[in-house]
């Protein structure tokens, strides 16, 4: 099971060294490969020098951003991720949705290259540990997720995420009917002028880090600021929240 998420794959094939193909932007298969292996080893070690004060800062900041932003969340079924590495930390911002009526999920890999399924989780439902030493949820429903916060080592100015090398969410999301909402969560420093996407690449929705949050547009990121203080749903600051702009954006008011 480790080898699931250590493997590197590009266009949601292994790659065979040696491999002289050219993909998007005239780059080799295994040059590419070799580059965005670089960039994950070089922004996980920055995130992993990060004392645990400044984590704790990070994620509070991110959680308020979130909580600011995407007031749809506290009615959405929500997709988030067991953080590993230094990543933000969503459980409790999950709890705190949880109360407010949202459904949680996380990710469970069943096989290679196959989409992963989200089932149901909360405190109180069993854990099993899968590759990399991540808990999943065991016996718990599967759940069909309408939002999801996905943790990102990059992020480029199109939206796109740089992960583990694993294809696993890529493939996810192309594999649903309906496409939850994507927000791609990362701090400042996982930044970058491009990841050099290709055509499996699937740009998130919405970017937020400790800075603020982000909407991704036709012509890329655009930074709408910092949400301003105080409770979520009236649109006084320069975020755009979803909700508001698309009543039913993640799913609420729907039976």
């Not at 998007?24 to 070690?45: N, Q």
Request: hydrophobic letters at 40%.
């Amino acid at each position: 099971m480790l080898k699931l998420l250590e493997e590197e794959e590009i266009g949601w094939l292994t790659l065979v060294d040696g491999s002289n193909e050219l993909f998007e932007g005239g780059m080799t298969a295994t040059g590419l490969k070799s580059w965005r292996k670089a960039e994950r080893d070089r922004l996980i070690a920055a995130r992993e020098s990060l004392d645990a004060a400044t984590l704790e800062r990070l994620r509070q900041r991110i959680d308020a951003h979130l909580w600011r932003s995407f007031p749809g969340l506290t009615s959405a079924t929500l997709a988030f991720c067991w953080p590993i590495r230094g990543e933000y930390d969503a459980r409790r911002l999950a709890q705190k949705l949880r109360e407010c009526g949202a459904v949680t999920a996380l990710p469970v890999v069943v096989a290679p290259r196959q989409p992963l399924v989200f089932r149901e989780w909360h405190p109180g439902v069993a854990l099993a540990s899968g590759p990399l030493g991540i808990p999943y949820p065991v016996g718990s429903d599967p759940l069909v997720p309408t939002a999801a916060l996905l943790p990102m080592i990059g992020w480029d100015e199109a939206g796109h995420r740089l992960g583990y090398g694993g294809g696993f969410f890529d493939r996810t999301l192309a594999s649903l009917v309906k496409k939850p909402v994507v927000i791609g969560i990362s701090y400042e420093l996982g930044r970058m002028k491009t990841i050099r996407p290709q055509s499996w690449d699937i740009p998130m929705d919405w970017v937020v880090t400790e800075r603020g949050t982000y909407r991704r547009d036709p012509e890329g990121l655009v930074f709408l600021g910092e949400p301003v203080a105080g409770e979520p749903g009236a649109l006084t600051s320069p975020v755009c929240y979803a909700a508001e702009v698309d009543p039913g954006h993640f799913g609420e008011g729907k039976e």
